[in-house]
């Protein structure tokens, strides 16, 4: 089965902002953006600089297994989402500035389409 473009695109999405954390945490200036990252996964006492490094570390293991149709690709991208989803709801409503709407609508646009192309993760290969 071929690779749906809508993995590809998000797998591209995910690899684009992986390369952008790995860049800001050389160069993150902690006064420039208010919300971290860290606050956005819910750990406002994690070093900024070191969650930049594992989500982005993690996302492009994600990544390599959801566009290369594994099984653990599709699993780890629906927890991912479905957890990323949770936080950015639970914090919509304690923060004054609101990216965790878009956040919330991502994961939700994430989780949907992975599931409608679960085929492609779980298909059976007859021929040896």
Not at 39 to 66: D, H, K, Q
Not at 77 to 106: A, E
Not at 123 to 128: A, G, M, R, S
């Amino acid at each position: 089965m071929k690779r749906p473009l809508g993995v590809s695109l998000i797998s591209y999405f995910y690899i684009f902002g992986a390369i952008v954390l790995l860049f800001t945490a050389i160069f993150y200036n902690a006064e420039a953006n208010s919300i971290g990252i860290s606050e956005r996964f819910g750990l406002p006492n994690v070093p900024e600089r070191l969650m930049r490094v594992i989500v982005a570390l993690f996302s492009l293991v994600m990544v390599y297994g959801y566009i290369r149709l594994k099984k653990w690709g599709f699993w780890i991208m629906i927890t991912y989402s479905v957890i990323f989803g949770i936080i950015s709801s639970l914090l919509i409503t304690q923060q004054s500035q609101q990216p965790y709407t878009g956040n919330l609508i991502f994961s939700i646009v994430v989780v949907a389409y992975t599931i409608y192309v679960k085929k492609a993760y779980f298909k059976t290969n007859l021929q040896h």
